[in-house]
Protein backbone atom coordinates (compact mmCIF):
# COMPACT_ATOMS: atom_id res chain seq x y z
CA UNK A 1 0.00 0.00 0.00
CA UNK A 2 1.00 3.48 -0.66
CA UNK A 3 -0.38 7.14 -0.43
CA UNK A 4 -0.25 9.15 -3.39
CA UNK A 5 0.08 12.79 -2.71
CA UNK A 6 0.03 15.28 -6.08
CA UNK A 7 0.92 18.88 -5.04
CA UNK A 8 1.12 21.49 -7.41
CA UNK A 9 -0.12 19.56 -10.34
CA UNK A 10 -1.03 21.83 -13.46
CA UNK A 11 -2.01 20.41 -16.97
CA UNK A 12 -2.12 22.68 -20.07
CA UNK A 13 -3.10 21.04 -23.94
CA UNK A 14 -2.10 24.43 -25.95
CA UNK A 15 -3.48 27.06 -24.94
CA UNK A 16 -6.46 25.03 -22.96
CA UNK A 17 -5.46 25.00 -18.88
CA UNK A 18 -7.86 21.43 -17.87
CA UNK A 19 -6.06 21.12 -14.46
CA UNK A 20 -4.86 24.17 -12.41
CA UNK A 21 -2.67 24.21 -9.56
CA UNK A 22 -4.23 20.77 -8.18
CA UNK A 23 -3.18 19.62 -4.57
CA UNK A 24 -4.41 16.38 -3.10
CA UNK A 25 -3.43 13.52 -0.50
CA UNK A 26 -5.11 10.35 -1.49
CA UNK A 27 -4.36 8.17 1.99
CA UNK A 28 -3.07 5.04 1.89
CA UNK A 29 -5.25 1.62 1.57
CA UNK A 30 -8.53 4.16 0.65
CA UNK A 31 -10.84 3.41 -1.88
CA UNK A 32 -10.82 7.11 -3.32
CA UNK A 33 -13.33 8.10 -5.66
CA UNK A 34 -13.31 10.44 -8.09
CA UNK A 35 -16.15 11.74 -9.10
CA UNK A 36 -16.97 14.66 -11.34
CA UNK A 37 -18.86 15.93 -14.45
CA UNK A 38 -17.98 14.78 -18.00
CA UNK A 39 -14.94 16.72 -19.04
CA UNK A 40 -13.95 18.06 -16.01
CA UNK A 41 -10.59 16.71 -15.96
CA UNK A 42 -10.90 13.29 -13.83
CA UNK A 43 -9.01 10.75 -16.70
CA UNK A 44 -6.89 13.69 -17.11
CA UNK A 45 -5.43 13.55 -13.83
CA UNK A 46 -5.39 9.46 -13.48
CA UNK A 47 -3.21 9.41 -16.56
CA UNK A 48 -1.29 12.17 -14.84
CA UNK A 49 -0.47 9.97 -11.88
CA UNK A 50 -0.03 6.72 -13.68
CA UNK A 51 2.57 8.41 -15.89
CA UNK A 52 0.85 7.93 -19.40
CA UNK A 53 0.56 11.72 -19.60
CA UNK A 54 2.97 14.62 -18.03
CA UNK A 55 1.56 17.48 -15.46
CA UNK A 56 2.93 20.63 -17.42
CA UNK A 57 4.12 21.55 -13.61
CA UNK A 58 4.00 19.70 -10.28
CA UNK A 59 5.19 16.91 -8.59
CA UNK A 60 3.37 13.06 -7.81
CA UNK A 61 4.59 11.17 -4.84
CA UNK A 62 3.89 7.43 -4.50
CA UNK A 63 4.52 5.88 -1.14
CA UNK A 64 6.80 9.31 -0.39
CA UNK A 65 8.94 8.83 -3.38
CA UNK A 66 8.96 11.70 -6.21
CA UNK A 67 7.72 9.29 -9.33
CA UNK A 68 7.31 12.75 -11.71
CA UNK A 69 9.95 11.40 -13.79
CA UNK A 70 9.63 7.39 -13.09
CA UNK A 71 8.46 5.42 -16.10
CA UNK A 72 4.85 4.36 -15.81
CA UNK A 73 5.69 0.50 -15.27
CA UNK A 74 8.06 1.58 -12.87
CA UNK A 75 5.39 3.41 -10.13
CA UNK A 76 3.78 0.45 -8.65
CA UNK A 77 0.80 1.23 -10.04
CA UNK A 78 -2.12 -0.84 -12.44
CA UNK A 79 -4.86 1.26 -14.11
CA UNK A 80 -7.98 -1.20 -15.18
CA UNK A 81 -10.15 1.26 -18.14
CA UNK A 82 -13.41 1.16 -19.19
CA UNK A 83 -11.97 -0.46 -22.78
CA UNK A 84 -10.50 -3.69 -21.48
CA UNK A 85 -8.79 -5.48 -24.21
CA UNK A 86 -8.88 -8.84 -23.23
CA UNK A 87 -6.64 -11.42 -25.97
CA UNK A 88 -9.14 -13.72 -27.60
CA UNK A 89 -6.74 -15.80 -28.72
CA UNK A 90 -5.84 -16.53 -25.23
CA UNK A 91 -7.48 -18.79 -22.12
CA UNK A 92 -8.46 -16.39 -19.14
CA UNK A 93 -5.45 -17.67 -17.43
CA UNK A 94 -3.21 -16.91 -20.03
CA UNK A 95 -4.89 -13.15 -20.56
CA UNK A 96 -3.97 -12.73 -16.70
CA UNK A 97 -0.51 -14.37 -16.28
CA UNK A 98 0.49 -12.62 -19.70
CA UNK A 99 2.00 -9.06 -17.92
CA UNK A 100 3.57 -11.50 -15.55
CA UNK A 101 5.33 -14.16 -18.52
CA UNK A 102 6.74 -10.89 -20.00
CA UNK A 103 8.25 -9.81 -16.81
CA UNK A 104 9.96 -12.76 -17.29
CA UNK A 105 8.42 -13.96 -13.70
CA UNK A 106 9.83 -17.26 -12.49
CA UNK A 107 6.75 -19.91 -13.59
CA UNK A 108 6.27 -20.89 -10.02
CA UNK A 109 5.32 -17.46 -8.82
CA UNK A 110 3.60 -16.79 -12.16
CA UNK A 111 1.31 -19.99 -11.86
CA UNK A 112 0.38 -18.98 -7.70
CA UNK A 113 -0.11 -15.56 -8.72
CA UNK A 114 -2.92 -16.45 -10.97
CA UNK A 115 -4.36 -18.70 -8.81
CA UNK A 116 -4.74 -15.95 -6.27
CA UNK A 117 -6.31 -13.70 -8.55
CA UNK A 118 -9.16 -16.37 -9.93
CA UNK A 119 -9.12 -17.16 -6.27
CA UNK A 120 -10.31 -13.57 -5.19
CA UNK A 121 -12.17 -12.84 -8.31
CA UNK A 122 -14.26 -16.23 -8.70
CA UNK A 123 -12.64 -16.65 -11.98
CA UNK A 124 -11.40 -20.68 -10.84
CA UNK A 125 -14.02 -22.29 -13.18
CA UNK A 126 -13.33 -20.19 -16.04
CA UNK A 127 -9.37 -20.46 -16.30
CA UNK A 128 -9.54 -22.59 -19.59
CA UNK A 129 -12.53 -20.35 -21.65
CA UNK A 130 -11.67 -18.22 -24.30
CA UNK A 131 -13.22 -13.99 -23.53
CA UNK A 132 -15.52 -14.96 -26.18
CA UNK A 133 -17.14 -17.70 -23.59
CA UNK A 134 -17.58 -15.08 -21.12
CA UNK A 135 -19.91 -12.70 -19.79
CA UNK A 136 -19.29 -8.70 -20.04
CA UNK A 137 -18.70 -9.36 -16.15
CA UNK A 138 -16.46 -11.92 -16.19
CA UNK A 139 -14.71 -9.94 -18.89
CA UNK A 140 -14.08 -7.07 -16.55
CA UNK A 141 -13.05 -9.48 -13.90
CA UNK A 142 -10.31 -10.88 -15.98
CA UNK A 143 -8.98 -7.58 -16.54
CA UNK A 144 -9.06 -6.86 -12.83
CA UNK A 145 -7.19 -9.90 -12.74
CA UNK A 146 -4.31 -8.94 -15.34
CA UNK A 147 -3.90 -5.52 -12.56
CA UNK A 148 -3.72 -7.92 -9.12
CA UNK A 149 -1.77 -10.31 -10.44
CA UNK A 150 1.01 -7.55 -10.76
CA UNK A 151 0.55 -6.82 -7.10
CA UNK A 152 0.20 -3.05 -7.70
CA UNK A 153 0.42 -1.02 -4.47
CA UNK A 154 -2.27 1.60 -6.08
CA UNK A 155 -5.10 0.53 -8.46
CA UNK A 156 -6.60 3.28 -10.67
CA UNK A 157 -9.93 2.93 -12.12
CA UNK A 158 -11.39 5.08 -15.32
CA UNK A 159 -15.09 4.13 -15.12
CA UNK A 160 -15.06 0.39 -15.24
CA UNK A 161 -18.45 -0.21 -15.17
CA UNK A 162 -20.22 1.63 -17.60
CA UNK A 163 -20.01 -0.12 -20.47
CA UNK A 164 -22.10 -2.60 -18.34
CA UNK A 165 -25.73 -3.10 -17.75
CA UNK A 166 -27.38 -1.97 -14.77
CA UNK A 167 -27.51 -4.82 -13.03
CA UNK A 168 -24.16 -6.41 -13.45
CA UNK A 169 -23.08 -2.81 -12.42
CA UNK A 170 -24.49 -3.45 -9.06
CA UNK A 171 -23.24 -6.60 -8.64
CA UNK A 172 -19.31 -5.13 -9.88
CA UNK A 173 -20.00 -2.70 -7.16
CA UNK A 174 -20.09 -5.16 -4.64
CA UNK A 175 -16.74 -7.50 -5.39
CA UNK A 176 -14.99 -4.11 -6.38
CA UNK A 177 -15.68 -3.22 -2.75
CA UNK A 178 -14.79 -6.86 -1.44
CA UNK A 179 -11.55 -7.06 -3.52
CA UNK A 180 -10.33 -3.72 -1.48
CA UNK A 181 -10.94 -5.88 1.42
CA UNK A 182 -8.98 -8.54 0.22
CA UNK A 183 -5.73 -7.19 -1.12
CA UNK A 184 -3.91 -3.96 0.50
CA UNK A 185 -3.73 -1.31 -1.97
CA UNK A 186 -4.75 2.20 -2.20
CA UNK A 187 -8.09 2.37 -5.22
CA UNK A 188 -8.77 5.93 -6.73
CA UNK A 189 -11.73 5.42 -8.72
CA UNK A 190 -13.37 7.74 -11.48
CA UNK A 191 -17.11 7.78 -11.96
CA UNK A 192 -19.36 10.44 -13.38
CA UNK A 193 -21.80 8.52 -11.16
CA UNK A 194 -23.04 9.85 -8.13
CA UNK A 195 -24.31 6.21 -6.75
CA UNK A 196 -21.65 5.10 -7.52
CA UNK A 197 -19.19 7.23 -5.91
CA UNK A 198 -21.34 7.03 -2.71
CA UNK A 199 -21.46 3.02 -2.42
CA UNK A 200 -18.08 2.67 -3.42
CA UNK A 201 -16.21 5.16 -1.30
CA UNK A 202 -14.19 5.64 1.92
CA UNK A 203 -13.66 8.96 0.48
CA UNK A 204 -15.13 11.31 -2.29
CA UNK A 205 -13.10 14.00 -3.86
CA UNK A 206 -15.58 16.31 -6.30
CA UNK A 207 -13.75 17.43 -8.93
CA UNK A 208 -15.19 20.69 -11.32
CA UNK A 209 -13.36 22.44 -13.93
CA UNK A 210 -9.91 20.99 -13.49
CA UNK A 211 -10.60 21.68 -9.37
CA UNK A 212 -11.50 20.12 -6.47
CA UNK A 213 -14.53 21.18 -4.89
CA UNK A 214 -14.29 19.02 -1.98
CA UNK A 215 -12.70 16.29 -0.22
CA UNK A 216 -14.64 14.29 2.63
CA UNK A 217 -16.16 10.99 3.55
CA UNK A 218 -19.64 10.14 1.28
CA UNK A 219 -22.11 11.51 4.27
CA UNK A 220 -20.10 14.06 5.03
CA UNK A 221 -20.23 15.57 1.43
CA UNK A 222 -24.21 14.72 1.76
CA UNK A 223 -24.68 16.44 4.69
CA UNK A 224 -22.58 19.20 4.71
CA UNK A 225 -21.41 20.28 1.22
CA UNK A 226 -19.13 23.48 1.11
CA UNK A 227 -20.45 24.66 -2.19
CA UNK A 228 -24.09 25.09 -4.28
CA UNK A 229 -21.63 22.39 -7.24
CA UNK A 230 -21.22 19.78 -4.14
CA UNK A 231 -24.32 19.89 -3.29
CA UNK A 232 -26.15 19.94 -6.92
CA UNK A 233 -24.29 16.73 -7.92
CA UNK A 234 -24.03 14.60 -4.56
CA UNK A 235 -27.84 15.52 -3.59
CA UNK A 236 -29.66 14.89 -6.98
CA UNK A 237 -28.46 11.72 -8.13
CA UNK A 238 -29.30 11.14 -11.64
P1 LIG B 1 -13.15 13.54 -17.83
O1 LIG B 1 -12.40 12.27 -17.74
O2 LIG B 1 -13.47 14.17 -16.52
O3 LIG B 1 -14.41 13.39 -18.66
P2 LIG B 1 -10.88 14.44 -19.39
O4 LIG B 1 -9.76 14.38 -18.44
O5 LIG B 1 -11.00 13.34 -20.39
O6 LIG B 1 -12.25 14.63 -18.60
O7 LIG B 1 -10.80 15.79 -20.20
C1 LIG B 1 -10.70 17.06 -19.56
C2 LIG B 1 -10.57 18.14 -20.62
O8 LIG B 1 -9.32 18.02 -21.27
C3 LIG B 1 -11.63 18.08 -21.71
O9 LIG B 1 -11.98 19.40 -22.04
C4 LIG B 1 -10.90 17.40 -22.84
O10 LIG B 1 -11.43 17.78 -24.07
C5 LIG B 1 -9.49 17.91 -22.66
N1 LIG B 1 -8.45 16.97 -23.15
C6 LIG B 1 -8.19 15.74 -22.66
N2 LIG B 1 -7.17 15.15 -23.31
C7 LIG B 1 -6.77 16.04 -24.26
C8 LIG B 1 -5.74 16.05 -25.26
N3 LIG B 1 -4.92 15.00 -25.42
N4 LIG B 1 -5.65 17.14 -26.04
C9 LIG B 1 -6.45 18.20 -25.88
N5 LIG B 1 -7.44 18.27 -24.96
C10 LIG B 1 -7.60 17.21 -24.16
MG1 LIG C 1 -12.84 10.36 -18.48
Known amino acids: MADVRLEGITKRFGSLTVIPDLHLTVPDGSFTVLVGPSGCGKSTLLRIISGLENPSSGRIAIGGKDVTKTEPSQRGISMVFQSYALYPHMTVAQNIDFGLRLAKTPTVEREARVAEAARILALDDYLDRKPAQLSGGQRQRVAIGRSIVRKPEVFLFDEPLSNLDAALRTQMRVELAQ ?12 THDQVEAMTLADRIVVMNKGRIEQVGAPMDLYDRPETVFVAGFIGSPK
Open 179 to 190: LHQSIDATMIYV
